[in-house]
């Protein structure tokens, strides 16, 4: 059974950074896209970045272009969400999810195509 856990969320002022972790584990193939999704108080669950598994593309929602970067560790299973230039607006809960994807070429942004999902970790940005 696939499992992920995100870590290293936090409160910060806003202009700060925090780095997001999402450690996999019980991932029996190779190649998996994976992504981070947020969601706010009252609000949908959004898109925020994801990665491919091997073709190392990557896509990003247009709020956190040139302010967030997802890359990955392949030898620690381990996909990690920098997050600079914090805004207030970037308060949310923020998730990791994964699906499998032979191609290793997708970076998937619509969150139904995702079957496995991490519990969460909050951000917390302060004006």
């Known amino acids: 059974q696939v499992q992920l856990v995100e870590s290293g969320g936090g409160l910060v002022q806003a202009g700060g950074s925090l780095t997001l972790s999402c450690a996999a584990t019980g991932r029996t193939y190779s190649s998996y896209a994976t992504g981070w999704f947020r969601q706010a108080p009252g609000k949908e669950r959004e898109f925020v970045a994801a990665?491919?598994?091997?073709?190392?593309?990557?896509r990003y929602t247009d709020s956190v272009k040139g302010r967030f970067t997802i890359f990955k560790d392949d030898a620690k299973d381990t996909v990690y969400l920098q997050m600079n230039s914090l805004m207030p607006e970037d308060t949310a809960v923020y998730y990791c999810?994964?699906?499998?994807?032979?191609?290793?070429?997708?970076?998937?942004?619509?969150?139904?195509?995702?079957?496995?999902w991490g519990q969460g970790t909050q951000v917390t940005v302060s004006s």
């Open positions: 999810a994964t699906h499998f994807d032979p191609s290793g070429r997708l970076a998937t942004t619509k969150s139904s195509e995702y079957n496995y």
């Open positions: 990665i491919s598994w091997s073709s190392g593309d990557t």
